[in-house]
């Protein structure tokens, strides 16, 4: 398995202009990327319509989805050739009327494994990338 992931821009939140990311931060960035994009919006060939699970969006579909969303991001992550496996735990809490519900990924690639987190509490979205120092050119 090789392990150059090549580099394209920094944009984890937002795009930062004339920085690139490199190794395990890029592959971090683009599977974020895969996890909030809705399915079907990339335009191109079958590759493309497969690419995306709006986890955010499910959540917000209701409780009853949160029992499947481990292998769904899994089925939707293994897409990449990159990734070779992962795990995923899911919790919900409640507090009155707000929920809150926070997934956590760990993937794992031929340089090493990485974390990532979604947290999504009364309609926001909070991302976060963990467990690796940012490769950027």
């Given at each position: 398995?090789?392990?150059?992931?090549?580099?394209?821009?920094?944009?984890?939140?937002?795009?930062?202009?004339?920085?690139?990311?490199?190794?395990?931060?890029?592959?971090?960035?683009?599977?974020?990327?895969?996890?909030?994009?809705?399915?079907?919006?990339?335009?191109?060939?079958?590759?493309?319509?497969?690419y995306g699970l709006d986890v955010p969006g499910?959540?917000?579909?209701?409780?009853?989805?949160?029992?499947?969303?481990?292998?769904?991001?899994?089925?939707?992550?293994?897409?990449?050739?990159?990734?070779?496996?992962?795990?995923?735990?899911?919790?919900?809490?409640?507090?009155?009327?707000?929920?809150?519900?926070?997934?956590?990924?760990?993937?794992?690639?031929?340089?090493?494994?990485?974390?990532?987190?979604?947290?999504?509490?009364?309609?926001?979205?909070?991302?976060?990338?963990?467990?690796?120092?940012?490769?950027?050119?």
């Amino acid at each position: 398995m090789t392990t150059d992931f090549g580099s394209d821009t920094h944009c984890e939140r937002s795009y930062k202009s004339g920085r690139f990311a490199t190794g395990l931060l890029l592959v971090a960035q683009n599977a974020l990327h895969r996890l909030i994009t809705p399915q079907g919006m990339l335009r191109g060939g079958k590759q493309e319509s497969l690419y995306g699970l709006d986890v955010p969006g499910l959540i917000g579909h209701g409780v009853a989805v949160i029992p499947t969303l481990p292998g769904r991001i899994h089925a939707q992550l293994i897409l990449d050739e990159r990734i070779t496996d992962t795990g995923t735990i899911v919790t919900q809490s409640t507090d009155g009327p707000a929920t809150t519900v926070i997934v956590r990924i760990n993937c794992q690639t031929a340089l090493g494994p990485f974390e990532l987190v979604l947290s999504v509490a009364d309609g926001e979205v909070t991302t976060e990338i963990l467990g690796i120092e940012e490769e950027i050119a």
